[in-house]
């Protein structure tokens, strides 16, 4: 298993921008599918993106589609997502994870997960 610790997240006004970042441990960081997931109070935890180990991206979410960039630097064993256009529905904890299956958004695919990082957008 990799270990998975998020960063970035914080208070942002309608609008604007965060951009979260996931630090990996483990040598084999380049061979994992990478996702962000999150999830908001009283809901089910829900995919936003995900990246595979060649940098080609899953498809988003429609919700942030066209609005959030998923990235990673295999050199640095770090994922980020850059979030734009940031909305109140935004709001929830995000939640980075790693994948043994190539191209895949389902959560039960997802065997390692970070403590997750709160991002809150004010209307």
């Known amino acids: 298993q990799v270990q998975l610790v998020e960063s970035g997240g914080g208070l942002v006004q309608a609008g604007g921008s965060l951009r979260l970042s996931c630090a990996a441990s483990g040598r084999t960081f380049s061979t994992y599918t990478m996702g962000w997931f999150r999830q908001a109070p009283g809901k089910e935890r829900e995919f936003v993106a995900a990246i595979s180990w060649s940098g080609l991206s899953i498809p988003y979410a429609d919700s942030v589609k066209g609005r959030f960039t998923i990235s990673r630097d295999n050199a640095k064993n770090t994922v980020y997502l850059q979030m734009n256009s940031l909305k109140p529905e935004d709001t929830a904890v995000y939640y980075c994870?790693?994948?043994?299956?190539?191209?895949?958004?389902?959560?039960?695919?997802?065997?390692?997960w970070g403590q997750g990082t709160q991002v809150t957008v004010s209307s």
């Open positions: 994870a790693a994948s043994g299956v190539a191209f895949t958004n389902k959560p039960s695919d997802f065997r390692s």
